[in-house]
Structures are given as structure tokens and as C-alpha cells.
């Protein structure tokens, strides 16, 4: 079965920083490259960053370009998005996703590009 499990949503000032984690399970982590999205109240999903099976190329929406950093550790099956001067625009439900790549430095930014999905953290921004 798999399973992307997203941890570390809170509320956060503006300014303030913060880390999201995400495990996955039941896939094979170092065939994928994965993603964060977020979905605003009220609004469509929206993608944030994305970084290839090797971990060496990332790609980022021009609205966190600079501020967020998404990392992975494939020895515990984990990828992190590390959020620094944040922003009450940031609210959101951040996602993780997953897709296969078959080569280590694809990296994929399309929702439609990514098949499977966690359940989301809560992140709130206030100013």
C-alpha cells in the first residue's frame, strides 16, 4: 500500500520558518521524483517545488523562489520543504506527491505529472 504521510504544518508568523517532512511508503523512493503543491482556501492546487530521484536538480514557483528549499534524504525515505520568511500569503495545504522518473535528474511540475498523493498539512501564515 502506499502511503505519503506530510508532518509539520502549523501556524507560523510572518517571517518565521518552518519544516515540512514527508515519508513515503510501499514505493520505491529513489525511483521518484517528488513535489510539494499547495491548496489555498479557495483556490485551485498550486505547485511549489520539485526535486529529481538524485536530489541534485530542483525546481521552485516564482512565489517561494529564494525563500523555500525542498530537500530529500533517500536513505529514510523522506522529503522536506524547509520554508523561511514566510508569508500570510503561504496559507495553505501543503501536499507531497510522488511519480516515477527514469532518469535521476527529471523533475516533473505539472499536478497532472504525479499519481500519488498524501492527505496534507495544514500551514498557516499570520501576520
Known amino acids: 500500500q502506499v502511503q505519503l504521510v506530510e508532518t509539520g504544518g502549523r501556524s507560523v508568523q510572518a517571517g518565521g520558518s518552518l519544516r515540512l517532512s514527508c515519508t513515503v511508503s510501499?514505493?520505491?523512493?529513489?525511483?521518484?521524483?517528488m513535489a510539494w503543491f499547495r491548496q489555498a482556501p479557495g483556490k485551485g492546487r498550486e505547485f511549489v517545488a520539485t526535486i529529481s530521484r538524485d536530489g541534485r536538480t530542483t525546481y521552485y514557483a516564482d512565489s517561494v523562489k529564494g525563500r523555500f528549499g525542498i530537500f530529500r534524504d533517500n536513505a529514510k525515505n523522506t522529503m522536506y520543504l524547509l520554508m523561511n520568511n514566510m508569508k500570510p500569503e503561504d496559507t495553505a495545504v501543503y501536499y507531497c506527491?510522488?511519480?516515477?522518473?527514469?532518469?535521476?535528474?527529471?523533475?516533473?511540475?505539472?499536478?497532472?505529472?504525479?499519481?500519488?498523493w498524501g492527505q496534507g498539512t495544514q500551514v498557516t501564515g499570520s501576520s
Open positions: 506527491t510522488a511519480r516515477y522518473a527514469a532518469y535521476g535528474y527529471d523533475i516533473f511540475y505539472r499536478e497532472s505529472d504525479f499519481g500519488s
Open positions: 510501499g514505493r520505491t523512493f529513489t525511483s521518484d521524483t
